[in-house]
Structure formats: structure tokens, C-alpha cells
């Protein structure tokens, strides 16, 4: 582990997924993929879809209702089948959309010794293959709740990593190795305004790929500017 040589920090580089260190919405894609499937009928789900899309992006999603719907799905074709289609959505809408810039991105941080974890608002179903294809393995997202058969319910475990939901789960992320935020020297990237509230928090805020209110407030604040992909729409 390397630590900062001035003030024995730990360095972390924290990064968003979608629109981030991706070209697209991985959960977003993911709903789309289910239509193409059958799994869901278009125009009712990709109605719904692109509404709690929207919600997402102006920063008023209610997570759970959206959980739910977005793996009602694979909640009722099982484990087998779920993995199946997700390795079919790797290689067909994920593979194709990783980027060097991105894989060069989180290269420069891991070989610098920073730790690197992906921390999203999307689920560990959708997320965690394409983190580890990202070569990243710590992985902080939404996690799913559980029945007594093992497999997914359609409920949230613990605390959505979600707007502040994102900090909470750094503290315990912290916690949990005897750290708190002092102990660390943080760096955070990501696209969206959801994400304030722990750009805020860490040492070095970069607002990356951002969309126009984070591209203003980024400005506003003195922020670091990252344009990996084209700008948002």
C-alpha cells in the first residue's frame, strides 16, 4: 500500500461508473437490453425506464422504487439465466463501449499506488462485471437484498449508494479498515450533480465527462475539469 510521504495518507481514487469512467448509463442499458431479450415489453418498460432515467439525472429518483423495477426481470428467470444474459450484455453493449482513455485513467492511479474503488448508483448485478473488466475489484454499489433461497428480492440492502447515500457508504467503506476521511488522501471523479455531496467531501474533486450544471459548479468552485468522453447533451 502507498501512502502519501508528507502526511502518511493513505491515497484513494474514488471514480463514478456511468458516464464516467463509461460512454453511457450501465443501468440504463441494461433495461434496454431486457426489451431486446423479451424479457420486458418496449413500450411500458422503456417508458418507465427512460422516466426514472430522467428522475436520475434531475436529481430526484426514489432508489427503491426503481430497484425494483429494474430487477424485476432477472428476479423472475433466476440466477442461471440472469448470468447468461448479463455475460450477453458484457459482450455486446459493454465490451464495445470501454474506452482506453478510461482504462488509462485508473492505470495512471493503480501504478501512482492509489488504491481504486468504483463507487456507483447502479446495483453490484449490473456493475460489479464490468468494474472487474474495468480491472477494478473493490466495488461499492447498491447491494441487493436477499431471500432464504439466495436469490435477489428486488429490495435495497443497507444504505443506497446514492447522493449522500455515496458518503455514508465511504464512511463505512472507511470504518471498517480503522480509517476515517483524515486518514486518507482522496480523489473522486465523476460526471453528475448527484454526486455533490461527495465531491464535496474528498480532498480532490474532479468533475469528469460532467454534465452542464456539474460543468458550472465545477467551475464556480475551482474544481478540476476531466473530459474523457464528449460532453453530455
Known sequence: MT???????RRLALFDLDHTLLPLDSDYEWGEFTIRLGWADREEFGRRNKAFYDDYVAG?????????????AIRRRG????????AQ???????????????ALVQRHRDAGDEVLIITATNEFVTRP????????????????R??????????????????????????????RGL???DVDSTFYSDSMNDVPLLEKVDHPVATNPDPRLRALASQRGWRILDLFPPHP
Open 60 to 72: 430526484r429518483l426514489d432508489v427503491h422504487d426503481y430497484v425494483r423495477f429494474a430487477t424485476d
Open 180 to 182: 476515517r476521511w483524515t
Open 147 to 176: 431471500g432464504d433461497d439466495g436469490w435477489i428480492t428486488g429490495g435495497i440492502r443497507g444504505v443506497p449508494s446514492m447522493r449522500e447515500g455515496k458518503v455514508q457508504r465511504m464512511e463505512q467503506w472507511l470504518a471498517e
Open 89 to 103: 450484455f458484457m459482450r455486446e453493449v459493454i465490451q464495445p463501449a470501454l474506452r482506453e482513455e478510461a482504462r
Open 79 to 86: 440466477a442461471e439465466a440472469a448470468a447468461l444474459a448479463h
Open 130 to 145: 464490468i468494474a472487474l473488466a474495468l480491472g477494478v475489484d473493490q466495488l461499492v454499489a447498491v447491494e441487493l437484498e
Open 3 to 9: 501512502f502519501d510521504t508528507q502526511v502518511q495518507r
